[in-house]
C-alpha cells in the first residue's frame, strides 16, 4: 500500500525538529497548536527534557479561535509571556490546524516583536514533513538572524558543526566527540548548532573559517554562511576510525580553496584500489555542481593558507598507508536506512575500515548531492522492503527489523527521530573509534 | 517589479479588467504577469485566447514537486505571463489554503526571478472569506490592493469588507489599500455612493470603466478588448487606468 507506515513508526515531524535544534538556545518556543498529544515532543523526542530547562509552550489553540481566526489572542499571550519570561527570542512554531487556516505566522511574529522589543520568529511548519525539514527551517533562521555581524576570523582554522540536534545524535557523547575530534586534528571548535552552544556562540558563526554539515538540516544554514561570509562547507559525520582523518583533511582543504565538499563522495567512487599518494577522485552527482577532489595533498601554496600543522599531516599519511582495502561498488553488502549525512559518512566509514561496500536508503528530506550514486531515497515502507531484500546486511533503527527478511543480519542503530527514547541505553557512539559497536 | 493585488465581489469585473490592463500595460512594452487566485481559474482567459493551461494546484497534486515552472504557465497575448492557481473541486477541499499553497509554489519555482516581470497583477476571488484570501495581500506579494466595485449595494459592502481586512492587517506589513476602480453597472446615484464609499475609507477612485457591450462582444472572441478592439473608446480608457495603476504617484492617490 502506498503512502502507508503498516509496519515500522513514522519519523518526528518538522514542529520537533524546530524545537530540538532550538532547545539550548535560551529562546521561548512556541507551538501553535491545539493542547494534547503534541506535548509527545518533550516526553517522547526530546532526550534533555528532564535534565536541562527550555522555554516550550503549546498555544493551546481551541476550535472556536481556529474557526473565528482569533490570531489577536495568540499575539496577546506570546506578549505578555515574552514580557515575563525574558527570552532572548521567540520562535512561533506552525501545526496543522495554522497551516490549514492559513495562519500567517511571520506576521504575528513581526507584531509580536513591535510590542515586546524581542526578537521573533515564524516557522511555517505543519506536522506534515520530517523533523530534518523542521531542524533545516530552524538553524537556518537562527543564523539569518543573528549572525550579521561582521566575522572576525581567528589565525587557527575553526570549525562550526551544522546540524547537530539529538534526534540524530542522540545524547550518547556523539557529539561531544566530535568536538573533541575536531580538536585533536588542531582546529579550533566554533559554534555548534546546536548542541551545546550559546545563541552568542552562533551569533559567532561567521568567525569560523569552515562548516561542517553533520546533518541535511545543517546545509541550509551552511548556505546562508556561505553566501554572507564566503564560509565553506563540508558534509560528513566522522565514524569510524579511517574516514575521520580522511574528513579532518577535508575541512582543512575546503578552508585553504573555499570549496565545499561532501567527503563521502570520495570514498569509494573510483575503481582504482587507492594507493598512498594515489587521489581519491569523486564527483558531484548534484548538477551544476563542480567536482569535488580530494588528493590527500595540498600545494604549497595551500598548505600555507590553511596552516596545516606537522601532527595532522602526519595523521593524513599515515592513514593513506592504511587504505588499502576498496570496495566494489556492484556488490553492496550493507544497506543503511537513516538520515542522508549521517548514513553516507557511516557507509563510507565501513568501507574504509571493512572494505564492505555499504549504501544508504534514505526515507528522509536531502538533497541528491549529498547522496552517493549507490544510494537511494526511500520514503515508501514496500520500495524499503524490497531493497533491504537486496543486501545481507541492514543497519538502522530497531524498529525496522520487522521489515527485513527471515534470516537478514540486522545491525541495530536507534535514531531518537524514529523511536524516541526507547532505545536510548543502548545507543552506540560510533564516532572517531572503531566500529565494534554495532550491536546485533 | 510591482506588484498589485486585485479585489472585489463576485462577477463584478476583476477578471475582465485585470486581463485588459495586464493587455494595455504588454502593449506599453512592460513585462506583466497575472496570477488568478481563484478555484475557476478563468482570470486570463481572455489573455490566452481560451487555450487550456494547467492549474498549478492539479499539477502538484499530480506531480508532486516534479514539474517545472512551463508546465503552470504560459505567454498570452502581448506576451505576458499567465498563471492560474486552480483549487479543489467545488464543494471540497480548503480553497483558500490552495491560493497559499499555488502562490508559494509559484515563487519557490522562481516564477519571480526567472521571468522578471515588471507588474504582476494578482486577479483575487471575491471577498476575504478565510485567512487563504489574504495571502495575495501578504508581505512578499502584494504592495498595494485594487478594489473593483459598482455603486451596487452588494458591491459596495464587499468592498467595506475587503478594506476592513486590510485595516486589520495594519501592523503586519501587509499591503496598503491603493484605491478603487469604478465598474459602472449605470445604477442610480453610482459615482456618488462608490465616491462616499471612499470617503469611509479614506481612499479615492483611481479610475471608471463604462459598460459596454463591447466587453461582451470581445468576451465572445476569447480576447481582450484591448486586443480585440485596440481602436476603441473602452480600449483608450483600460489603457488610461493602466498607466494610473502603474505609473502614478503614491501621493497623487487622494486627488
Ligand atoms: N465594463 C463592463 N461592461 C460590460 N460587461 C462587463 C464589464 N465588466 C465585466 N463585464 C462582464 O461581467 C461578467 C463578469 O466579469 P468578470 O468575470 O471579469 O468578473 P469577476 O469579478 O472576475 O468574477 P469572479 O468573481 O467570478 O471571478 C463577464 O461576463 C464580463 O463580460
Ligand atoms: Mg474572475
Redesign the interface.
Known sequence: MRQTAGLISTYSSDEFGICSALYELGGMVVMHDASGCNSTYTTHDEPRWYDMDSMIYISAISEMEAIM?DDEKLIRDLTETALEMKPKFVAVVGAPIP??????L??IA??TE?ATGIPCMGFAANGMNYYTKGVSMALEAIVRRFCTGPALRTENLSVNILGATPLDFSLNGSVDSIKDWIRENHMELNACLSMGCTLEDIAGAGNAHVNLVVSYGGLAAARYLKEQYGIPYVAGVPFGERFPVMLAGMLKEAAASGQDLVSYQAVGKNQTPPVPDAPYIGSDSDEGQKNIRYDGEYSGQERRNCQLTGKAQEQKNDSQNKRNVHPQRDKVRISIIGESVFSASLAAAIELDRGISARVLCPLDTEDQLLRECDLRTPEEDDLMEHLLETEIAVGDPMYRVLCRDGQRFYSLPHEAFSGRIYDPVNPNLINRKLEVLSC | MKKIAVYGKGGIGKSTIVSNLSAALAKRGLRVMQIGCDPKADSTLSLRHGEPLPTVLETVRQKKDAFALEEITCLGYGGVICAEAGGPVPGLG?A??GI?TALEKLETRGAYEIFRPDVVFYDVLGDVV???F??PM??GYAEEVLIVTSGENMSIYAAANIAMAIEN?K????AKLGGLILNRRNVKDEETKVRTLCGDLHTSIIGMIDRSDLVTEAETMKKTVVEAFPDSEMAAAFGELADTVVFRQRTADKA
Open positions: 481566526g497551516y490549514m487556516i492559513g495562519t500567517d511571520s506576521a513581526a507584531v513591535q | 480548503c483558500g489554503r497559499i478565510c485567512g487563504g489574504s495571502m501578504r508581505r492587517f501592523g503586519r506589513g501587509y
